[in-house]
């Protein structure tokens, strides 16, 4: 981060915390973050309700990103309606929508502290225990976010079930694109034949998955990467948990190879009071191995396109054909 740049954080800071003046004691570019750029920044405050050390997160645009993803000031909306619906997130503290402080508008939260590194997580590291059910009660507080809600009506409303939705985008995209996924196509048939009706629309990450919060040792510190939340049915991100694709390899771990489904459930259900609807489950695994795989496509494109070189995103491209293969195997029998 430039001096300038850092210098206009700081005085932004200063602003909005009602601090006499801001200063930056640590400064580093935290990894990972393919469609975002994520700052771990410790400031000195002088004055003010937040006087003294701040270790806080900032995060902002990265050059290019996927289509599919809220800007800044539409994520630390929903990271403050799921805070004050009492899910585990950083503290979301300021937002600056001025692009003439940086060039862009970012946000800045509190850093939570642990690690959010899948392939850590998923080799019984220390803070794991009981966290496949921790995270189903985690997910039922974020699905108790339900329509209407005035400060997230930038969120998408539509008239079909979220299944037959989200069939159409994809399908939208991919006649678009110059390459064909006949895989993929065959997948959405499918997806499209077996739709489940309309249920109760609820708020849903869209993203929740290991790789995607904060273990410390004691257990989870923090939910993560809010930029594609939306109204959706439930079992979205239910499915999109337990699909193998995102299971880091523990693929006998069925709960985001952290732990056993059955437990990922039960704190769902005593959290949410619902039970959780098992048989359609796979439908929305499916739904989820057809919906990283257009990702992953446009991941490879903001580098293939010059918008953005970056060999994680060129990489990311390479995982299609083992999403394909997962999508067949789900689906040759019906």
């Known amino acids: 981060m430039q001096q300038a740049m850092q210098?206009?954080?700081c005085a932004f800071v200063a602003r909005a915390s009602g601090a006499r003046s801001a200063a930056i004691l640590a400064l580093k570019q935290l990894s990972g973050g393919a469609i975002q750029e994520n700052w771990l920044v410790q400031f000195a405050l002088d004055g003010g309700p937040y006087a003294g050390t701040l270790d806080t997160v900032v995060r902002t645009d990265a050059p290019s990103g996927v289509s599919l993803s809220h800007s800044r000031a539409q994520e630390f909306t929903l990271l403050r309606t799921v805070h004050a619906a009492g899910v585990t997130v950083p503290e979301p503290l300021w937002l600056c929508e001025d692009k003439d402080v940086i060039g862009r508008p970012f946000f800045v939260m509190r850093r939570v502290g642990g690690t959010a590194s899948g392939h850590v997580l998923v080799k019984d590291a220390p803070g794991t225990d009981g966290l496949a059910y921790r995270l189903g009660r985690e997910l039922a507080r974020i699905h108790s976010v339900r329509p209407p809600q005035p400060a997230l009506g930038f969120l998408p409303r539509y008239d079909e079930s979220p299944a037959m939705h989200l069939v159409g985008k994809f399908r939208a995209f991919l006649d678009r694109?110059?390459?064909?996924?006949?895989?993929?196509?065959?997948?959405?048939?499918?997806?499209?034949?077996?739709?489940?009706?309309?249920?109760?629309?609820?708020?849903?990450?869209?993203?929740?998955?290991?790789?995607?919060?904060?273990?410390?040792?004691?257990?989870?510190?923090?939910?993560?990467?809010?930029?594609f939340a939306g109204w959706s049915d439930p079992l979205e991100d239910i499915g999109w948990f337990c699909a193998r694709c995102w299971r880091f390899g523990a693929v006998a771990r069925e709960a985001g190879g952290i732990g056993a489904r059955a437990d990922f459930y039960r704190g769902y259900e005593e959290e949410s009071g619902t039970p959780v609807a098992r048989a359609l489950v796979p439908y929305w695994e499916v739904m989820a191995h057809v919906n990283w795989a257009v990702i992953a496509i446009q991941q490879a494109q903001r580098h293939v396109s010059g918008e953005e070189s970056s060999l994680l995103l060129a990489l990311t491209g390479h995982i299609v054909p083992e999403l394909e293969w997962e999508i067949l195997n789900l689906t040759e029998q019906d």
Not at 193 to 209: G, S, Y
């Open 7 to 9: 210098e206009a954080i």
């Open 177 to 227: 694109h110059p390459v064909p996924y006949p895989a993929l196509e065959w997948g959405l048939r499918w997806l499209e034949r077996h739709a489940p009706p309309a249920r109760d629309l609820v708020l849903c990450h869209r993203d929740f998955r290991t790789g995607n919060y904060m273990v410390d040792e004691h257990g989870l510190t923090g939910i993560l990467d809010w930029e």
